[in-house]
């Protein structure tokens, strides 16, 4: 691995996995933008799902539909789903944007912030079971965060609370790492053909 590659960039593309109205979602992602906006090494795409047309009878096997975020999804060098749970798992329209596309996962780390009364953590670990059909890897470190709603301030801004900051720290660092030494597997054309 060349200096360059040490040093470069990393695009992340956070995903926004909920597309209710109102949700939970929209104080979390602006603290996540926030956030991760103030991160020196990463270029930020925030893809929220909830204004992707994604129609659920036009998917094709592979990946092999039109979608209007394939390209943002190429272009990323790893992914950040913020994901509540639902019902014990995650809801559809995470798993309808992992199935709409297929090679624009592959070979590249996937993290996540879960949230949820529980902290999400049912939801992080079944995606977990996903993205390896997908040639993704998913990072150890996550973010949980177990009832969100009872740390808004007056503006309805999330305050994250203790804790919080180290694990997003540390999540962000080990995707940097794993997105850093897949570029270099891709870029390389090292990756098998199957
Ligand atoms: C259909 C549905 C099912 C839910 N099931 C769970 C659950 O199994 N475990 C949990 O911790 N929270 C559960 N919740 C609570 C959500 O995690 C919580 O409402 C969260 O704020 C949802 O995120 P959102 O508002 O961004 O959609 C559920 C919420 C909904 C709407």
Known sequence: MTEDDVNSRIRVAVVIG??????????????????????SWLDLDMIDLA????????MQPGGAAASPIAGRLADAD????????????FPAPVK?????????????PVAFVGYGASGGIRAVEQLRT???????????ESVLLPMPWEHLDADGRFVAPPGTARALGATMNELRTWARALRSLRTADLVGRT
């Open 96 to 108: 309808n944007v992992i199935d709409w596309h297929f090679t624009e996962w592959a070979y590249k």
């Open 130 to 140: 996903v993205f390896p059909e997908l040639r993704a890897t998913t990072v150890r």
């Open 18 to 39: 909920s597309v209710r109205r109102p949700r939970m979602a929209d104080p979390l992602a602006a603290w996540l933008e926030r956030e991760l906006t103030a991160i």
């Open 51 to 58: 204004s992707v047309p994604l129609p659920m009878h036009e």
């Open 78 to 89: 790893g992914f950040l789903f913020l994901t509540p749970e639902y019902n014990h798992s």
